[in-house]
């Protein structure tokens, strides 16, 4: 497609429940990007990936996300036991190389009852 | 780590007023600079960008420029319209070592225009 896609475009999950969020970046895209975005704060890092290869995930905030790219292209963010701190817009960012400029999806906003 | 200090807001204009938005930043190495826009039920839009010390970045009437010596890039524009009501982000990109040319987001400062 033209940009990064994600879906769902929201989820609402019982606390509890797992969650899997999905991240079809621009094709030929080797860096990918996840980002969490708390009401009324800026975006912050969650993990990073060049191809198929997560060479940080530094920002995870619990052993309940998890991220993968199995074959460097579509990536999936997944929540496990999600908790009501995790309601949040999460946004997938992609780009060419790490020197160049990163397009971001819409988002997946994720409420957490 | 990177970090990003913004200008607080919400900030709140008439039409053709001035705007500025102040940015500094504290960052490892060389990086770019990038302020991005959300407008309202939209996703995170590239505005602007300088990748070196001096470099004015500029885009719909918006400027910014890379003051190394300060560590800010501070958005101006000339003459505001009620379309620029929007989320604005301040956004240095890591150069190197374990950045991998991740952004760090300021906190946004949200504009509204009236006309």
């Known amino acids: 497609g033209a940009g990064v896609s994600q879906s769902p475009r929201y989820k609402v999950a019982k606390r509890g429940q797992d969650v899997a969020l999905r991240c079809d970046p621009i094709s030929g895209h080797v860096s990918l990007f996840w980002y969490q975005q708390a009401l009324g704060q800026g975006p912050e890092f969650l993990t990073y990936f060049q191809n198929e290869a997560q060479l940080d995930k530094s920002g995870l905030p619990s052993d309940r996300f998890f991220a993968e790219r199995p074959e460097g292209s579509v990536s999936t963010l997944k929540i496990q036991r999600t908790q009501q701190e995790d309601s949040a817009v999460y946004l997938c960012?992609?780009?060419?190389?790490?020197?160049?400029?990163?397009?971001f999806g819409q988002g997946t906003r994720l409420t957490v009852v | 780590g990177d970090s990003v200090t913004q200008m607080e807001g919400p900030v709140t204009l008439s039409e053709e007023a001035f705007l500025t938005i102040n940015c500094t930043y504290t960052a490892t190495g060389y990086p770019s600079l990038f302020w991005y826009v959300q407008y309202p039920g939209e996703g995170l839009q590239l505005l602007l960008k300088a990748t070196k010390a001096d470099d004015k970045g500029s885009n719909k009437g918006f400027e910014a420029t890379y003051r190394k010596e300060t560590t800010s890039f501070h958005l101006e524009k000339g003459s505001v319209q009620v379309s620029d009501s929007a989320v604005y982000f301040c956004a240095p990109k890591g150069a190197g070592g374990t950045s991998y040319g991740k952004l760090t987001f300021g906190q946004g400062t949200i504009l509204t225009v009236h006309p």
């Open positions: 960012a992609s780009s060419a190389d790490t020197n160049t400029e990163a397009f």
